[in-house]
């Protein structure tokens, strides 16, 4: 079964930091490029970042509002890919996907979401 | 930064007429538009790709039009199923970005 399982949300206070890790299964993961989405209680979809495949170059590219404070890589090995979020605000408060490109320009597969909660 | 905008925030059919969504790019994004459906509780759905190709799995009643700035999604015969909210995306290439509408909530009349 092609599936994406998030995990690693919860709750974090301002400033904190907190690591998302997602597991795919049913894809060759090695050749996928993945991006992170988020959405905020009640509000609509944004594009966080992503990574490309190796063979694409492994490069990332974040949405400038969480440039500097996430960074996106992958474990090929285990079919993972992690989203380390630091200085973390409450304005990052979200559900936050895992996501499968089926072509560079759509995302195809998405993962449950995993709820980050930022508050003191 | 490209801007999506879709109208109407809400839409109000009955069940078996049709639907038509419409999204807006403030420049032209050619046919790299996608659009998604999202019901309560759930992660997104891809439907359409490049415009107007529907994506795998996804009825027939379901259609994409448009290019350059102006697309529409058009659903035919409304179903129970497909009351939910409706996202258009769009990607631009440099700097690499994606950027969503913020959305279309069809609601049963």
């Known amino acids: 079964e092609v599936q994406l399982v998030e995990s690693g949300g919860g709750l974090v206070k301002p400033g904190g930091s907190l690591r998302l890790s997602c597991a795919a299964s049913?894809?060759?993961?090695?050749?996928?490029?993945m991006s992170w989405v988020r959405q905020a209680p009640g509000k609509g979809l944004e594009w966080v970042g992503r990574i490309l495949s190796k063979a694409g170059g492994g490069t990332t590219d974040y949405a400038a509002p969480v440039k500097g404070r996430f960074t996106i890589s992958r474990d090929d090995s285990q079919n993972m890919v992690f989203l380390q979020m630091n200085s973390l605000g409450t304005e990052d408060t979200a559900v936050y996907y895992c996501?499968?490109?089926?072509?560079?320009?759509?995302?195809?597969?998405w993962g449950q979401g995993n709820m980050v909660t930022v508050s003191s | 930064e490209i801007v999506m905008t879709q109208s109407p925030a809400t839409l109000s059919v009955s069940p078996g007429e049709r639907a038509t969504l419409s999204c807006r790019a403030s420049?032209?994004?050619?046919?790299?538009l996608a659009w998604y459906q999202q019901k309560p509780g759930q992660a997104p759905r891809l439907l359409i790709s490049g415009a107007s190709t529907r994506a795998t799995g996804i009825p027939a009643r379901f259609s994409g039009s448009g290019s350059g700035t102006d697309f529409t999604l058009t659903i035919s015969s409304l179903q129970s199923e497909d009351f939910a909210v409706y996202y258009c995306q769009q990607y631009n290439n440099w700097p690499p970005m994606y950027t969503f509408g913020q959305g279309t909530k069809l609601e049963i009349k």
């Open positions: 996501i499968t490109h089926g072509t560079e320009t759509t995302f195809d597969l």
């Open positions: 420049q032209s994004v050619g046919s790299n």
């Open positions: 049913g894809i060759t993961f090695s050749s996928a490029w």
